[in-house]
């Protein structure tokens, strides 16, 4: 069932550093793609999101970069700090129905 | 404004077994959608329901089944319960069917022995 391919696993980032998550779709029909952060008992809550008319946003620390061409996106986490410790997962859905989640990135930043 | 609410946050039942898991969406919300998370996986979508009818469903078989009421809330039922059914059970409102923003519970751990 999974369309969306997420990369790495795990990432492990000193404090104050730049933290790079991928992900890449196969079904060109997706309009919406967001990234969601998940701390452990939690659920997943929204981070930021971009469609695909746009190639970046940006909110805060957070910015997503979208290639449509290559199918594929990125979250940037700059300036990493402690509290971004969390599992990251990047999605994607057409019409807000089925979204389909990547396997999901456990972050650790290092004081 | 009050969040998603689930109910129970964990239970555990043997194999052949019946759950009914309990959702209340958020303030406003009319569409209400249903995920299982395997422990070290993404949610994966089992069903949508928008204004009480199915709207939507993913790769699960019919013993997964579901409802939503008038004011908006859900239950999602398994019947005949298996060892894999163990997971995380993830429900999420959203405002209107097509917007983008889902806001999640904080889920019901199944575990079935």
């Known amino acids: 069932q999974q369309q969306v391919k997420q990369s790495p696993q795990s990432l492990i980032v000193q404090k104050g550093g730049i933290s790079i998550i991928n992900c890449a779709y196969e079904n060109t029909a997706f309009d919406y793609f967001p990234w969601y952060q998940q701390f452990p008992g939690k659920g997943p809550a929204l981070l930021i999101a971009?469609?695909?008319?746009?190639s970046e946003k940006k909110e805060g620390r957070f910015t997503i970069s979208f290639n449509k061409s290559a199918k594929q996106f990125s979250l940037h986490i700059m300036d990493s700090q402690p509290g971004d410790s969390a599992t990251y997962f990047c999605?994607?859905?057409?019409?807000?129905?089925?979204?389909?989640f990547g396997a999901g990135t456990r972050l650790t930043v290092k004081p | 404004e009050t969040g998603v609410t689930q109910s129970p946050t964990h239970l555990i039942k043997t194999r052949g077994q019946q759950v009914t898991l309990r959702c209340s969406s958020q303030s406003g919300h009319n569409t209400v959608s249903w995920y299982q998370q395997a422990l070290g996986q993404g949610p994966q979508f089992i069903f949508q329901?928008?204004?009480?009818?199915?709207?939507g469903r993913g790769n699960f078989p019919p013993r997964f089944s579901g409802l939503q009421f008038p004011n908006y809330s859900s239950e999602l039922n398994v019947n005949a319960l298996e060892l894999d059914d163990s997971a995380l059970y993830l429900c999420?409102?959203?405002?209107?069917?097509?917007?983008?923003?889902?806001?999640f519970g904080e889920g019901s751990r199944l575990t079935v022995l």
């Open positions: 999420a409102s959203s405002r209107d069917r097509g917007t983008g923003e889902l806001f």
């Open positions: 971009i469609r695909p008319d746009v």
């Open positions: 329901y928008y204004r009480e009818e199915e709207n």
């Open positions: 999605a994607a859905s057409y019409n807000n129905n089925d979204m389909r």
